[in-house]
Nanobody
Framework: QVQLVESGGGLVQAGGSLRLSCAAS????????MGWFRQALGKEREFVAA????????YYADSVKGRFTISRDNAKNTVYLQMNSLKPDDTAVYYC???????????????????WGQGTQVTVSS
């Protein structure tokens, strides 16, 4: 199994940027596709972005496409989420997650992820 620890959340003004990091430990990092999800207060957890084992492919939710970038450094066992042009609607707890599922549309599904971090709060003020 793998343990995931997120960092980098905080309070930022609308239009600002943050970079989230997720450090993995345990089982070999490169067996996992990695994803970022978020959950706003009173709402269901939703997909944000996912990246393939090699880092060569990524999916994004339409709501963040063009503003967020997911990346990974397999030498450092870390996945990142660069968030630019932040909006108040981006306010949520952000979670990273790991899955051994194949690289196809299933990586957009919360239920396909086996391991989750504890989350990091992102608050965007207007």
């Amino acid at each position: 199994q793998v343990q995931l620890v997120e960092s980098g959340g905080g309070l930022v003004q609308a239009g600002g940027s943050l970079r989230l990091s997720c450090a993995a430990s345990g089982r070999t990092f490169t067996v996992y596709q990695m994803g970022w999800f978020r959950q706003a207060l009173g709402k269901e957890r939703e997909f944000v972005a996912a990246i393939s084992r090699s880092g060569g492919s990524a999916y994004y939710a339409d709501s963040v496409k063009g503003r967020f970038t997911i990346s990974r450094d397999n030498a450092k066992n870390t996945v990142y989420l660069q968030m630019n042009s932040l909006k108040p609607d981006d306010t949520a707890v952000y979670y990273c997650a790991a899955t051994t599922a194949p690289w196809d549309f299933v990586v957009l599904l919360t239920a396909k992820y086996d391991y989750w971090g504890q989350g990091t709060q992102v608050t965007v003020s207007s």
